[in-house]
């Protein structure tokens, strides 16, 4: 499993919507619980939807600076494999949050240029996981990319201690470049697979799928059959 290439659909919002990521093979699904977000979930529907994916995928969980109280209601609800902490949360908030719910933790960094890696071993050093998202806009109300990309060679060539992930501004017409640009071992997407802010499309949903999965497998031709197929 470790070296699957991982596939995380994020804010999901409706049974119709969870079962067409399930069922074009998405090995996470992300729930967000933010209430500033259109995807932000309530904790009734969270107990929905968790049963719902069951056993089908890894369930996570996106907060933003949540505080235990919030985070207890949350894992209650939706029993989350992962804990996606989407914040400005320190390393020593990621070691308490760990520490204390027992749960794996991806954390996201926000990336404008060279020197935002420049925390990534303090983060790799108490988290599970990582997520390089956009920086948020100077006039944003809510943390993450919301649907723009950053420089992607700005991760060419780096080599990280901790599994990672790519967010921020993929769709189904830039996946393939982001993932061949990045060697991502795995990719985010949320907004890149919506009609409208919030509104999933299954059909989106699941044409990035098939395009991400065959970037990845460009990943492991030879170069030369690449360029071949290319």
Not at 59 to 80: G, I, M, N
Not at 143 to 167: E, H, I, T, V
Not at 180 to 203: C, F, H, N, Q
């Amino acid at each position: 499993m470790a070296d699957r290439f991982l596939i995380k659909i994020c804010g999901l919002s409706t049974p119709a919507t969870l079962n067409a990521a399930l069922e074009a093979g998405a090995d996470m699904v992300g729930f967000v619980f933010f209430p500033p977000s259109p995807r932000n979930i309530d904790l009734d529907l969270a107990r929905q939807l968790s049963e719902i994916a069951a056993e089908r995928a890894q369930t996570v969980a996106l907060v933003v600076d949540a505080d235990d109280a919030f985070l207890t209601s949350v894992t209650q609800a939706l029993r989350p494999k992962i804990l996606q902490l989407h914040g400005k949360e320190s390393p020593q908030r990621v070691a308490e949050i760990r520490a204390r719910f027992g749960l794996p933790v991806m954390k996201a960094l926000g990336v404008s240029g060279p020197e935002d890696f420049a925390t990534v071993a303090a983060y790799e050093a108490v988290c599970d996981r990582l997520l390089f998202d956009a920086k948020p806009p100077k006039d944003a109300t809510r943390p993450g990319g919301n649907g723009l990309a950053f420089d992607w060679s700005l991760l060419a060539g780096r080599q990280f201690n901790k599994p990672w992930m790519l967010s921020g501004g993929l769709t189904i017409d830039s996946v393939e470049e982001a993932v061949l640009a990045t060697r991502a071992p795995g990719i985010d997407v949320s907004s890149g697979v919506e009609s409208a802010p919030g509104v999933k499309d299954p059909a989106l949903i699941t044409t990035f799928m098939s395009r991400a999965r065959a970037a990845a497998g460009k990943l492991a031709e030879p170069l030369g059959s690449q360029a071949k197929s290319a």
